[in-house]
Structure formats: C-alpha cells, structure tokens
C-alpha cells in the first residue's frame, strides 16, 4: 500500500474509493507539522497547503523522502504535476510512478550504505553476516558466498 499525504478536500470521496482500490492510501495534512511520524511516499502540493507559514520549501524539508506532485495550476516547469480533474486511472499511475522513484532511490541509498559497510569490513564471519542480512533482502539473493584470494606473492590473501 502506498501512502500518500493530500490535503482535505483535494480529491472527491468517489476519486479516493476509486484510489484506494487501486492501492493507494490517504493522510489528510493541512500544515508541514502533520507529516511528522507518517511515513508518507508521495505528497500531493495543492494551493489549499501553502500559506506564509507552509510554503514550498517547508514541505519539501517535512516530506524529505517522499516524491512531491505539484497541482497543475501551480506547478513549475520542470516539476511532477497532478491534477484532481483527471481521470482516477491516471491519477493513480502518476502517483505509483512517484512512489516507484522514492523507492528506487530509498534502495539505492541501502545498497550505497552497505557498499561502504562491505568494502571497509575484513572480517570473513562479519562480511558473511553482513552479506546476509543487509545484501541479500535488497538485491533478492537466496545464497551468498565469499572468497578468498591468496596472493602468491606472500602477501596477505583478500576477500
């Protein structure tokens, strides 16, 4: 289920059944605040959420990791739009493909984390359980395996 964060109001109860069939869930936000302790994917910015006090940048720092869709009539140029007179199929999608691109890039920030947890661990034992419980879930593995390089130089053997 994805979560998105919309203001009261934006979407009709009829479009938010039709949403919520097709996966999507809603938090109702009036100001940045609200997003505190919601784990929300997708932020839907309507004039009906900006104020003085609650402009742009303050939800963009609230919603941090979330995708922010800009309402078509106040959206920028080179920003995600939305629109709540489209059709429900079509809100969908361009809401799952927000959501689709904040988690791609929350699983690329895991893979970068453990790249460097692996490439600065040399115990084999650690490096094995680090590869089992962190590589394995994000790359979908069921095995694992690691091996070691003897230089036949004299040197120390690598993993």
Known sequence: ?????????????????????????????????D?????CTVLCLSPGLLSA????????????DAAIIADESMAQADATRISNSWPPAAIAGALHLAAQG??????????????????GERSPQALHALILTGARPLAGCDATGLFLIDKQ???????
């Open 1 to 33: 289920m994805t979560l998105v964060a919309a203001a009261s109001g934006y979407f009709s109860s009829e479009q938010l059944a039709a949403l919520s069939k097709r996966g999507l869930q809603f938090a109702v936000v009036q100001a940045p605040a």
């Open 35 to 39: 997003l505190s302790g919601k784990n």
């Open 53 to 64: 006090e609650a402009d742009p940048a303050r939800w963009q720092a609230a919603a941090a």
């Open 102 to 119: 904040v988690r791609e890039r929350r699983q690329w920030r895991a893979l970068g984390e453990l790249g460097v947890a692996l490439a």
């Open 153 to 159: 130089t004299g040197g120390d053997g690598e993993l």
